[in-house]
């Protein structure tokens, strides 16, 4: 296997490792915005909505930085 397949196999299996870790925490903001609308809920909801979006970002950063050290292979 050359050096290059070698790194692509260790960046993807990085990636997989990330989002595996990162899961049970996009799952807590999925089960917060699915919160009773109550007063309570509302707090929640706003909560679980930064906290998707902030998930969000961090996937589309994580697939850029991928695509960075793609290139510098």
């Keep these: ?12 299996e990085l990636i997989e490792e990330i989002i595996q870790r990162f899961q049970p925490i996009e799952q807590l903001f ?15 909801r706003r909560w679980a909505e930064i906290g998707m979006q902030l ?13 960075t050290s793609n290139r510098n292979v």
């Design 1 to 12: 296997m050359s050096n290059e397949a070698e790194s692509n196999d260790k960046t993807h």
């Design 30 to 44: 999925d089960v917060m915005g699915a919160a009773d609308s109550g007063v309570q809920g509302v707090f929640v």
């Design 55 to 67: 998930a969000t970002s961090f996937r589309e950063r994580l697939d850029q930085m991928v695509v």
